[in-house]
């Protein structure tokens, strides 16, 4: 399995003003994944996070709004912009270790609320 | 795109006793089904997973079921306690975890 260490846990922030979510991961791993859950709902896929190119954007989602790097095997960052209070959610990690057989993992989350 | 669904919502039941909870799917390409333990405050823990070319899986008081011709796939658990309560997501994807889908959740409640 894989450890994956998120910061910030959570923060409160200012309508217009963006964040960056930071994702760590104990080894290296095939794919990386970013999901928004909103508060009582379900997982929402944002994008696939690829190792030194572009992310991979579901529909509804856009860069400019979620920016995504990845410059390594193992660390990835996600940056929540120009947020407004529908922004608030919880934002997870999520991983696929390599040789993967299937199971993904996820890290703590980030809890953000924006004001 | 795969679509998940998952019931109940909510389920409430007596320490000791079992819950079963249903997810159905759309994609017939899907072939993993993972379900996964969210507490809260944390993050979603993979608790068990089934595979298409198996119909059952059991984990100790945890045993998944899929009937790959109905699309449909199910947890169940026995001899709840307490420690069981949180909220149980179901999910389906290709193995390749792309384009991994997630149901709606089950808020599990487990009255001592």
């Known amino acids: 399995s894989a450890v994956i260490s998120q910061k910030p846990s959570r923060d409160i922030c200012q309508r217009g003003t963006s964040l960056t979510i930071q994702c760590q991961v104990d080894s290296q791993v095939t794919m990386m994944f970013w999901y928004r859950q909103q508060p009582g709902q379900s997982l929402t896929l944002i994008a696939t996070a690829n190792q030194g190119s572009e992310a991979t954007y579901e529909s509804g989602f856009v860069i400019d709004k979620f920016p995504i790097s990845r410059p390594n095997l193992t660390f990835s960052t996600l940056t929540v912009s120009n947020m407004s209070p529908e922004d608030s959610s919880i934002y997870l990690c999520s991983a696929a270790g390599t040789g993967s057989t299937g199971e993904l993992f996820f890290g703590e989350g980030s809890r953000l609320t924006v004001l | 795109g795969e679509n998940v669904e998952q019931h109940p919502s909510t389920l409430s039941v007596q320490e000791g006793d079992s819950a079963v909870i249903k997810c159905t799917y759309s994609d017939s390409a899907s072939n993993y089904f993972p379900w996964y333990k969210q507490e809260l405050g944390k993050g979603p823990q993979l608790i068990i997973d089934i595979r298409s070319n198996v119909g059952e899986k059991k984990d100790q008081r945890i045993a998944v079921t899929l009937n790959k011709t109905a699309k449909h796939f199910s947890l169940h658990i026995t001899e709840t306690q307490p420690e069981d309560s949180a909220v149980y997501f179901c999910?389906?994807?290709?193995?390749?975890?792309?384009?991994?889908?997630f149901g709606a959740g089950t808020r599990l409640t487990v009255k001592p």
């Open positions: 999910a389906a994807s290709a193995v390749n975890n792309n384009d991994m889908r």
